[in-house]
């Protein structure tokens, strides 16, 4: 479903919103909050409510939905006095009170039967690769196979997913997600391109060569994530995929290359952190200090309120060597430690940065 705000269009699908003069970048928590806004535009809905629907079980504080509601507002060209698009009602939430229009008109692109691949979703934005995400959109868009390197803990995914959802949204291209992160034998790893795919293979043997007929007649954008362990199954897959058909495209996220001879390597490094000393100026602006920010105040959103405060950050994010996974990590550990008791147990307890949630994947809960 697509809706139009005025001039703007919102793609729920696609997760992108469009201006008369292009694309806008929405945060993915500010998309989720506009979306349900705008569906139950016919009442104004609680904090509690937003709070629940958007966020879950994850604690949230309302200084955080506040700052996701004035994104929103920003993205539709409301600057929060006028209150023309998101209204507030004071003392209970907010009400989605500009005109829309519903638009369904986009022909499907899935064939009949078949299902529709879907790309996962992160609880926080990306941060601090936007250029990264620039370049590899136009990679891949110019070449067949682009494979994304890295060690663990660098965000490969995270950014992978954010590319797909670029490339998709500005190309006839549906994107499709294949998490390999579980699969232990390589001879696995076409059944898992064929589940992500929601292909139907009935009687057939052979679950690459139904990819290989589905992607033909419908050609997509396809995430292969998590290929170091399983290459041997990735490799061949991969070069029977863009021998068939030229209009696929394969993304993939590894520690090591496919070793493919059209391959196009991408090597990710660390994010920068700060080279002087930050501020509370100027630290939104330093990608890994704005990372760490963006766990630490949903848990407490006064973790940094003064410069020294945000030259300890900085210290923090230099000593973690600008590892997106260790500063989320240590963020998420901030309602037990202040920003000196962090960086006094880094070296002592490298378990001290470790993600107690089952939510997060086994191999990103600590630095080990």
């Known amino acids: 479903m697509r809706y139009r705000i005025g001039p703007n269009t919102l793609d729920?699908?696609?997760?992108?919103?469009?201006?008369?003069?292009?694309?806008?970048?929405?945060e993915p928590q500010v998309f989720d909050v506009l979306c349900y806004l705008i569906e139950a535009r016919d009442r104004a809905v609680a904090k509690s409510e937003l709070l629940d629907e958007v966020w879950g079980d994850q604690f949230v504080s309302e200084s955080?939905?506040?700052?996701?509601?004035?994104?929103?507002?920003?993205?539709?060209?409301?600057?929060?006095?006028?209150?023309?698009?998101?209204r507030t009602v004071h003392g209970f939430g907010y009400q989605f009170v500009h005109e829309v229009e519903e638009v369904d008109d986009r022909p499907a692109r899935d064939t009949p039967g078949m299902g529709r691949a879907v790309l996962p979703s992160f609880a926080q934005p990306l941060r601090?690769?936007?250029?990264?995400?620039?370049?590899?959109?136009?990679?891949?868009?110019?070449?067949?196979?682009?494979?994304?390197?890295?060690?663990?803990?660098?965000?490969?995914?995270h950014l992978a997913v954010e590319v797909a959802r670029r490339v998709s949204a500005s190309s006839p291209l549906p994107a499709a997600f294949v998490d390999l992160a579980t699969i232990h034998d390589a001879g696995a790893v076409p059944a898992a391109l064929v589940l992500a795919l929601g292909i139907e293979t009935g009687q057939r043997q052979d679950s690459l060569d139904a990819a290989v007929e589905y992607l033909a007649a419908v050609p997509h954008l396809v995430v292969l994530d998590n290929c170091e362990h399983v290459l041997g199954g990735v490799a061949p897959a991969v070069a029977r995929l863009v021998a068939a058909d030229n209009a696929v495209?394969?993304?993939?996220t590894s520690r090591e290359p496919l070793g493919l001879a059209n391959e196009?390597?991408?090597?990710?490094?660390?994010?920068?952190t700060a080279a002087d000393e930050l501020d509370l100026a100027t630290i939104d602006d330093n990608a890994a200090a704005a990372l760490f920010l963006?766990?630490?105040?949903?848990?407490?959103?006064?973790?940094?309120t003064t410069d020294d405060d945000a030259r300890l950050l900085g210290e923090l994010c230099?000593?973690?060597?600008?590892?997106?996974l260790a500063i989320e990590l240590a963020a998420g550990r901030v309602a037990a430690f202040d920003l000196?008791?962090?960086?006094?147990?880094l070296d002592r307890r490298l378990d001290v940065i470790a993600d107690r949630s089952t939510t997060r994947d086994h191999r990103h809960r600590t630095l080990r």
């Open 318 to 324: 230099m000593r973690l060597d600008g590892l997106p």
């Open 264 to 272: 196009r390597v991408y090597r990710l490094g660390v994010l920068p």
């Open 64 to 86: 955080a939905l506040t700052s996701r509601i004035k994104s929103a507002r920003a993205a539709l060209g409301d600057d929060g006095r006028r209150q023309d698009v998101i």
């Open 340 to 345: 000196p008791d962090l960086l006094a147990v």
């Open 249 to 252: 495209r394969i993304a993939t």
């Open 12 to 26: 729920r699908e696609a997760r992108t919103l469009t201006a008369a003069d292009g694309d806008v970048h929405v």
């Open 128 to 157: 601090g690769r936007n250029a990264e995400a620039t370049e590899l959109v136009e990679l891949i868009r110019g070449n067949q196979l682009v494979s994304i390197l890295g060690p663990g803990g660098m965000g490969k995914t």
């Open 294 to 304: 963006d766990r630490a105040r949903l848990i407490d959103a006064d973790v940094v």
